[in-house]
T-cell receptor, first 111, second 112 residues
Framework: GEDVEQSLFLSVREGDSSVINCTYT??????LYWYKQEPGAGLQLLTY?????DMKQDQRLTVLLNKKDKHLSLRIADTQTGDSAIYFC???????????FGQGTELSVKP | DGGITQSPKYLFRKEGQNVTLSCEQN?????MYWYRQDPGQGLRLIYY???????QKGDIAEGYSVSREKKESFPLTVTSAQKNPTAFYLC???????????FGQGTRLTVV
């Protein structure tokens, strides 16, 4: 079945890089996404990667996809206090188009 | 401006009552979704609809009901059969075939 796993917490110092990891079980997904959620708010799409890509870079964000290991990561360079939030990875499937989310990783950035 | 709107932002319900959460989008999206968020559990899919007048159960549909009479609207009713309804509810929409999902700002439901 479809399952997406993330570690629950990550703490980094301001200016360091953050790496948030995600594993998934269903390799038939077509897109994989990273969403950001600030307290009390909805989810905001940060970036996404098509399943036949290995890497995507967008300013401070780098997404790496290892299809063999079913592992997705999000690297945030020069992490700022404003990056503190919960980050969700998600995958979608051609059949049905629904999104399956991980549990979310709470990123805490300390000054 | 195009977007997806949930209302109300906060909702209080007495035990045994049904309540309806509103979700409206003006993005002309075909698909709409309801998720429930509990601390440490991520988002769990309640119901989704890919087209008007059709919807499917997600992973935790028991105690909930939906309708999709109009493309723009996908209300969620939390019935008295839902034993633990206190949670943050998120509505989302996207076009068909794996495109970005846009989320509303959420409704926090509390049973009192």
């Amino acid at each position: 079945g479809e399952d997406v796993e993330q570690s629950l917490f990550l703490s980094v110092r301001e200016g360091d890089s953050s790496v948030i990891n995600c594993t998934y079980t269903d390799s038939s997904s077509t897109y994989l996404y990273w969403y950001k959620q600030e307290p009390g708010a909805g989810l905001q799409l940060l970036t996404y990667i098509f399943s036949n890509m290995d890497m995507k870079q967008d300013q401070r964000l780098t997404v790496l996809l290892n299809k063999k290991d079913k592992h997705l990561s999000l690297r945030i360079a020069d992490t700022q206090t404003g990056d503190s939030a919960i980050y969700f990875c998600a995958e979608s499937f051609l059949q049905g188009g629904k999104l399956i989310f991980g549990q979310g990783t709470e990123l805490s950035v300390k000054p | 401006d195009g977007g997806i709107t949930q209302s109300p932002k906060y909702l209080f319900r007495k035990e045994g009552q049904n309540v309806t959460l509103s979700c409206e989008q003006n993005l002309n999206h075909d698909a709409m979704y309801w998720y429930r968020q509990d601390p440490g559990q991520g988002l769990r899919l309640i119901y989704y609809s890919q087209i008007v007048n059709d919807f499917q159960k997600g992973d935790i549909a028991e105690g909930y009901s939906v309708s999709r009479e109009k493309k723009e609207s996908f209300p969620l009713t939390v019935t008295s059969a839902q034993k633990n309804p206190t949670a943050f509810y998120l509505c989302a929409s996207n076009e068909q075939l794996n495109t970005e999902a846009f989320f509303g700002q959420g409704t926090r439901l509390t049973v009192v």
